[in-house]
């Protein structure tokens, strides 16, 4: 077998709703304001949201704490891409690394922070733009991406590059 054969596989994970239960502090958060017109977050919740000292205390996903041997079983490249902004980066690593076993080696791709588009649009540019910055990635036909993920807005989307797995029941079924 060439090298040109090998298969190259992403593990692409989001973190809110995947790995970290945000789920009472996004209805905390979601109380607070209003929706916007098209029944989204605001400005306003987005802002709220990214407060790092609400992120801190979240508890790990139950079998999410099996992403890091899913990874180094399968020789994976992992990749978190998430809907909180720049400004959570530190918060994020702190959590990531705190609660799971990470490889050596391994991507966090963030909202910037001034976009205040949906998640659905957000994540999908951020996957696209991380590809264009690897040239690695540019015959990506025959690269495997393997998405974790918890909206089901997303999943679609994700289906339309490679294997969308629904959070958080994806983990009670992942077997190595």
Known sequence: M????????FFIVDIDGTVC???DRYAEVDKMFPRGSNGEWTLEHQQEWMKPEGLTHASLIPGA??????????????????GRCEQCRPITLWYLNHHLEL???WELLMRGATNVDSPTICKEKAFLDWQKLNPSLAGFSRRSFVFFEDDQHM??????YGLALKAPGCWSCCYF
């Not at 704490?65 to 020789?75: D, H, I, M, Q, S």
């Not at 999943?155 to 339309?160: F, G, H, Q």
């Open 2 to 9: 060439c090298s040109s054969d090998l298969l190259m596989l």
């Open 21 to 23: 239960d945000t789920s």
């Open 65 to 82: 704490e099996k992403l890091g041997k899913l990874v180094k079983t399968y020789e994976a490249n992992l990749v978190f891409l998430t």
């Open 103 to 105: 490889p050596a080696s």
């Open 155 to 160: 999943l679609p989307i994700w289906a339309k």
